[in-house]
């Protein structure tokens, strides 16, 4: 299912997933140094940046969504708010071979993104074995500005969740976690703020879906979602578990 809207109000109308996969906006300073061209005129980010002070409620919500893990790609300075809570794994990082250099020369690039992997108290499981909390990719190009490499995305699902379980990627942008998800037999369930990215994930999730069914018995196709569709989805959920 995939909704056209603001994560933070379509969540609580949600039921709970297996795990959370996703790449929330970074923190305004770092959106405002994303600019190129001779006068630092072009901007590069072209969709509003997380508040600070939002980055710590969201990780509670996603938390308390997934019965699994959350992981999550975040710039360092919102890693930083994680250190010491309790529902902090592991901090890793992205590394990228092909990370744009420091442009000045007067310091080291960067070179790395933080991946912050997020767990409620109690049991974890992976099946990633003694795999460090690096990650390898190159960068590439595509249809968002900030996307993730497919292989990086193909690797935590599969290093995260099991075949048959649910996806939630409250910021989808152009869909790599979707289309991670359809190629390894997993269900998804995303949400987009920016209608022109929106149009661009349904597309390419529908794509995966189409190719996976040339091996594979039909699936549904994605559709815009309702919060209504939602509400009437906890609200079952709620009374199944009354009956238990």
């Not at 072009?42 to 959350?70: G, H, T, Y």
């Not at 409250?170 to 269900?187: E, I, W």
């Not at 949400?191 to 091996?215: G, H, M, V």
């Not at 018995?217 to 238990?244: C, T, Y």
């Amino acid at each position: 299912m995939l909704y056209l809207g603001n994560c933070r109000e379509i969540l609580p109308a949600l039921p709970k997933v297996d795990a959370v996969i996703t790449d929330p906006p970074y923190g305004a300073r770092t959106h405002a140094g994303a600019r190129t061209g001779t006068d630092g005129d072009k901007v590069l980010i072209d969709f509003a940046s997380l508040p600070d002070a939002d980055f710590m409620p969201l990780c509670e919500q996603l938390v308390e969504k997934a019965n699994r893990c959350v992981v999550m790609s975040c710039e360092w300075r919102h890693a930083a708010q994680l250190d010491e809570h309790e529902f902090l794994v592991r901090l890793g990082v992205w590394i990228k071979p092909n990370g744009a250099p420091q442009f000045t020369g007067d310091r080291p690039g960067t070179g790395w993104e933080a991946i912050a992997c997020l767990h409620r108290s109690g049991a974890k499981r992976w099946n990633g074995g003694g795999h460090h909390a690096v990650w390898t990719f190159p960068k590439v190009d595509g249809d968002h500005p900030t996307g993730k490499p497919p292989a990086l995305l193909r690797k935590w699902v599969d290093q995260f969740t099991d075949k048959g379980e649910t996806i939630l990627d409250p910021f989808m942008g152009s869909g790599t976690t979707g289309v991670a998800a359809m190629q390894l037999g997993r269900k998804f369930i995303g949400i987009e703020l920016e209608p022109k990215y929106f149009d661009i994930a349904c597309e390419r999730i529908e794509n995966a879906q189409r190719q996976q069914s040339l091996f594979e018995p039909p699936k549904p196709k994605p559709v815009q979602g309702s919060l209504a569709d939602a509400f009437d989805q906890v609200q079952r959920d709620e009374f199944m578990g009354a009956q238990k």
